[in-house]
């Protein structure tokens, strides 16, 4: 193995444990926020962001790493993004907690495995007919939230943070 | 309802937002490349070596599979390494328990496994599908997006989580129970 495959299996492990712990992996935390029974994955992920938007500006303002944006492409950003929310609140699992149930003895998770992999096969297949059309529509290219408004990342940082944060409080005043 | 307050999901949120820096700062140094977190590319390159024990000239031909690189990659082990991290984890805190069919779907349609099994499957086409089309998922979109403050991160969540919110409350909500 090279450093590549084993920096990558160390940082899933790591991440394992930490979803683990989060309890975030069963399906009932994934529909339970959904259904606003319960928002531990809210928690876990907006802990995630906050902490991780600081550090990465940080390191990029300091010109150790740099960002690495996916494009924005509003109309495959958006019907993906929807026909993925479908079918997220039916298997009730994400790829990367998929993996994650099943060690938690969840097995179920393997038949949401078996279709998501079938779901790659079928987009590699569709993909050359969605270039010229969804894939094209309201391409704006690598762009971040600060590069649209013409303002420092710094300035939305907090706003952004505060607004999670806000959530948190809302979240554990209905503990949900 | 009445979930019990915990610093848990906290905990291990702001922890992981650490792990992601640290990855993308030890990538950079070490493979000149940085590696945000990210899952469902894994399943398209996985997808594509199954498929090429099949067919191997029609997976060589395919766009979209030559654009993503049918192989072994960091993010492959990365979800490998999910799975060790969670059985591991979930082993020493007694939480490994065998499950076929979840609670919530149990309540509303019953324990039949083949039905559980059926609607993880087509769940799993859609979402993958899905996923790819948005180009990334709750990983890739949700957590490393948000973290760069991208635009696509906050479109793709809003898709997920909008519709998300109402097939859930369209397919598990039963006449007023539960509330």
């Known amino acids: ?133 969804v894939l094209a529509l309201g391409n704006l290219g690598k762009i971040t939230l600060p590069e649209m408004l013409g303002v420092s990342p710094w300035l939305l940082i ?16 209905n503990s949900i | 309802m009445d979930t019990q307050f915990s610093w848990r999901p906290y905990i291990a949120g702001a922890l992981t937002g650490l792990l992601a820096i640290a990855s993308v700062w030890i990538s950079t140094e070490v493979l000149d490349s940085p590696k945000y977190l990210g899952a469902s590319t894994t399943f398209v390159r996985a997808a594509g070596l199954i498929e090429q024990s099949v067919a191997p000239e029609h997976v060589a031909n395919n766009a979209y599979y030559e654009s993503k690189g049918v192989k072994v990659d ?17 082993l020493f805190g007694r939480q490994f328990q065998f499950e076929s069919v979840p609670p919530i779907w149990k309540e509303r349609f019953g324990s039949s496994v083949p039905l559980r099994a ?42 997920f989580f909008g519709a998300g919110v109402l097939v859930a409350n369209l397919v598990y909500r039963t006449k007023g129970a539960s509330e």
């Not at chain 1, 907090?158 to 005043?173: D, Q, T, W």
Request: positive net charge.
């Open chain 1, 158 to 173: 907090p706003i952004l943070s505060a607004g999670f944060i806000g959530m948190f409080y809302v979240f554990e005043k």
């Open chain 2, 118 to 159: 059926g609607g993880a499957l087509l769940g799993g086409v859609v979402a993958m599908f899905g996923a790819r089309l948005a180009g990334g998922c709750p990983s890739g979109h949700g957590l490393s997006g948000l973290m760069q403050l991208s635009i696509s991160g906050y479109l793709a969540m809003a898709g």
């Open chain 2, 74 to 90: 960091w993010q492959m082990m990365f979800v490998v390494g999910i799975l060790g991290g969670a059985f591991v984890s979930s």
């Open chain 1, 1 to 133: 193995m090279n450093w590549e495959l084993i920096l990558g299996l160390g940082t899933g492990i790591l991440f394992g444990v930490l979803l683990q712990q989060g309890r975030v992996l069963r399906f009932e935390k994934q529909v339970g926020a959904m259904l606003f029974r319960d928002m531990t994955i809210f928690k876990f992920m907006l802990s995630a962001i906050i902490v991780g938007m600081v550090g990465v500006n940080l390191l990029v303002g300091l010109g150790v790493i740099s960002l690495k944006v996916k494009g924005t492409l509003i109309a495959a950003n958006l019907i993906g993004g929807v026909l993925f929310g479908a079918g997220w609140a039916i298997m009730g699992f994400c790829p990367g907690t998929s993996a994650g149930a099943v060690a938690e003895g969840r097995w179920h998770a393997i038949w949401a495995i078996l279709g998501m992999l079938g779901g790659a096969a079928l987009y590699a297949e569709v993909y050359p007919m969605l270039t010229d059309n």
